[in-house]
T-cell receptor
């Protein structure tokens, strides 16, 4: 069964304290892996798409990387405004055309 | 501005009533989706549409219905058959189904009284 697991469930950081969020996936074949940011009471905001192992994408303090079994979202010198829930989703080869499989998310809190 | 709009932001329903959630996009995307989000769970797909006048059931379609009469619009009806409809509903669109990132609207929070 295709599955996405995100860890940790929650992460508390001090401002400037770099860390990483993990997204492990089990799919028969990966078509794409997506990272989103979600603020409370709002819709997810698209961040990155990764397609193949070794690929990296960067945006401001965020960098996403991909291996054959997992993806990491690295946060460098985070600020309080980076506080949000970060969602990972995968699209499997041979899966339903509509289906992104979402993890449950990592809730990040950055304290000043 | 291009984007996805959902209305209303908050919706209250009495048991036994059908309600319709609106989703409109002006991104010229072919594919549109409806998801449900519950606390502590990942987003779950309700229905999706790859093209006008076509739609497919997702993982949790029971108790829901949709239509796609226009490219820009994909309304979701939550029927009285849905046993636990209180949730946060998210609409999304993508350039085409299966190959592109999905972009989400702001969501509708439905509460059954």
């Amino acid at each position: 069964e295709d599955q996405v697991t995100q860890s940790p469930e929650a992460l508390r950081l001090q401002e400037g304290e770099s860390s990483s969020l993990n997204c492990s996936y089990t799919v028969s074949g990966l078509r794409g892996l997506f990272w989103y940011r979600q603020d409370p009471g709002k819709g997810p905001e698209f961040l990155f798409t990764l397609y193949s192992a070794g690929e990296e994408k960067e945006k401001e303090r965020l960098k996403a990387t991909l291996t054959k079994k997992e993806s990491f979202l690295h946060i460098t010198a985070p600020k309080p405004e980076d506080s949000a829930t970060y969602l990972c989703a995968v699209q499997a080869v041979g899966g339903s055309q509509g289906n992104l499989i979402f993890g449950k998310g990592t809730k990040l809190s950055v304290k000043p | 501005d291009g984007g996805i709009t959902q209305s209303p932001k908050y919706l209250f329903r009495k048991e036994g009533q059908n309600v319709t959630l609106s989703c409109e996009q002006n991104l010229n995307h072919d594919a549109m989706y409806w998801y449900r989000q519950d606390p502590g769970q990942g987003l779950r797909l309700i229905y999706y549409s790859q093209i006008v006048n076509d739609f497919q059931k997702g993982d949790i379609a029971e108790g829901y219905s949709v239509s796609r009469e226009k490219k820009e619009s994909f309304p979701l009806t939550v029927t009285s058959a849905q046993k636990n409809p209180t949730a946060f509903y998210l609409c999304a669109s993508s350039m085409r189904a299966g190959y592109n990132e999905q972009f989400f609207g702001p969501g509708t929070r439905l509460t059954v009284l």
